[in-house]
């Protein structure tokens, strides 16, 4: 059984303007110890995503259809009071903003250990030596007196560590890392994504993160990113803005300004066909 | 060479943890706040004893003033200073109490309104709105009358009209903490609404909380001093500053220390608080230590 198996998500905000479907019916599942890596524009619904499984999406949005399914238990169906408790102690959540994430007027050891109090009980002052365990795990230097210090005494990268190891003090089987470096530098984002990556091989896991691309959408993404190899030409991007959430058209949403498509591709919104062993893709002209 | 000196790294100099002025604050508290306790062992005469054969005597570095009463005495020939020493007792009492239970009022109500937002919003801000609509000093003398005027009577009076200056406050605050990103995390981490009110949305409302209740503090002594005025305060022969004030008017064109001194009292007092809550903002807000 998948650790989270998400189908036909829809999540919309009914706003005076029209309902904008942030979310329209994805459909994913996670494996224990996969890694699961969401990629899109701005705007797209990765966020909303993030916040549907929390179920979190503030109003006006709603959840209009789909399964999230948590160890086969319906996330949809629990009242407020057990969605509560799958909050942070089995699924945990890091913001982007790691300047306001964290509350300005408690020390990062204190929220840590409050984190550790609430899901497990014990001393406060054992709570406090996990606390600076935690941050020594997301390897903060000297944590013992980094633990004292508030959030503002840190830099951006410290306090994104901190975050972390306030989403993992619990013990969350599965993190949501809604792009938890947009706020930082590159050599910062490179040690958060290394940090993640090898807290994931410590506890046992195993990463499986890119495959070849083979929908025009994603491989035009990729192109996107800088190469040493293409050194002093201009950076590739993906003419046009993405669709406007509210329409109601048919079609595939990337028809409009993709290069490959066709007549079909316009017409009716492609399905989703397994054009390789285990790998889905919902392009009919996708180049196996 | 001025050039040498220029390019010499400029030391930031340690900010000064207590400054002068709330040094001053805390100090004429201490003093008002202690004098107030001791009152019975500090005054030098019963203040309700009558000496009418000394009425009216001016302080004693004046002419006719008598060393017995430093402050002179009133029409009824008591000691002015021993008013005003237990005069404060009533003073900053009710003005302590009154702050506190209209703090607890405003608060709670402020927090529950910006917080839940919604119908919770719309109905707690109408009766504020009420409550703005009618001059605090006729509510007040309302329910005074209705109620009789009593000590315990004039701090819920205090307390019920004043709460509103909390409410909005800590409600607009609550508001913009309550979008903020570490708020969304708590919730994220399965924290309580009750939880996350009182360890992530209060904690970071506390500053301007503070600060309204020094200003009510001063603001309570002056509002017991207008209701003393009015005759619906605390009823003589306590002595409470505002009564003495008061009462004083009557006298100030022949006998000028009768409201000076209790007048003296009651700036003091608002002066000293208001610089103790001004130094307390800017120490408990983290982000300015450092």
Redesign the interface.
Known sequence: MALLSVEGLRTQFATGAGTVRAVDGVSFAIERGEVLGLVGESGCGKSVTSLSI?R?VPPPGQIVAGRIRLEGEDLLDKDAEAM??????RI??V???PM???????TIGDQIA??VL?HEGGRRRAAWDRAVEMLDQVQVPSPGERARD?P?QLSGGLRQRA?IA??LA?GPQLLIADEPTTALDVTIQAQILDLLRRLQAERGMAARIFEEPLHPYTRGLLRCLPHPSRFGQPLSSIEGAPPDLRGADAGCPFAPRCPLAIESCRRHEPALAERRPGHFVACPVAVV | MSVTATMLPVVARPRRRVSFRAAFGLGALLLIGGSAVLAPQLAPWDPARQMLTKRLRPPMWQAHGLREHPLGTDHLGRDILSRILHGGRISLGVGLTAVTLSALIGVTLGLLAGFFGGRADALIMRIVDVFLAIPYILLAMGVVFALGPSLLNVILVMGATRWVQFARIVRADVLSIREREFVAGARARGNRPLRLLLRHVLPNALTPIIVVATLELAFMIIYESALSFLGLGVQPPTPTWGWMLADGRNYVATAWWLATFPGLAIMLTVLAVNLLGDWLRDTLDPRLKV
């Open positions: 929390m979190l509560r408790r799958v909050r942070g102690a945990a959540m913001f982007q903003e306001t994430s964290l509350n300005p007027v408690f409050a984190a609430a508030y503002h975050m306030l989403a619990p």
